[in-house]
């Protein structure tokens, strides 16, 4: 692997810690839905029909639900997009660096920018073999 494709490989794993801080406020918008669930759920919003608590209640479960699922989901994506910038540094994992930038494509803007140039990286023939020669000598 020639020295532009490993300054190409670790700007790229920038990148990919940059888009995870990113995508991680974007998870945390969550939270205000969580929140009003809670205080939908423990009664101490108001209720203008007092006499039907259950719709509010059943309200509240499907926010803390939902809003649990997508902070969730959103960590995750993040926890990988962190573990995509270490392997992509240390050049292993090369199957999970490709697919994570093809679901990176998924978080737009940022994250299609970064999977489509991610993706265009790891096709080069040079950086494939440069990963896989790291995988030969990690058996070692």
Known sequence: MNQEDAEHLRVLSIFHYVVAG?????A??????????????????PSEDSGDETVTRVVGVFMIAFSGAFI?????FC????????????Q???????????????????????????????????????FGASATSDAG
Not at 28 to 45: Q, R, T, V
Not at 94 to 123: E, K, R
């Open 79 to 90: 926890t990988l997009l962190i573990l995509t910038g270490r392997y992509l540094r240390r």
């Open 22 to 26: 990113i995508a991680a406020v974007f």
């Open 28 to 45: 945390c918008f969550p939270l205000l839905y969580l929140a009003l669930g809670i205080l939908m759920l423990s009664g101490a919003l």
């Open 92 to 130: 292993v994992n090369y199957t999970f660096c490709l697919v994570m930038a093809a679901v990176a494509c998924m978080f737009v803007p940022f994250g299609t920018v970064l999977g489509v140039f991610t993706i265009l990286v790891l096709m080069r023939p040079s950086v494939k073999a440069a």
């Open 72 to 76: 969730l989901i959103g960590l995750a």
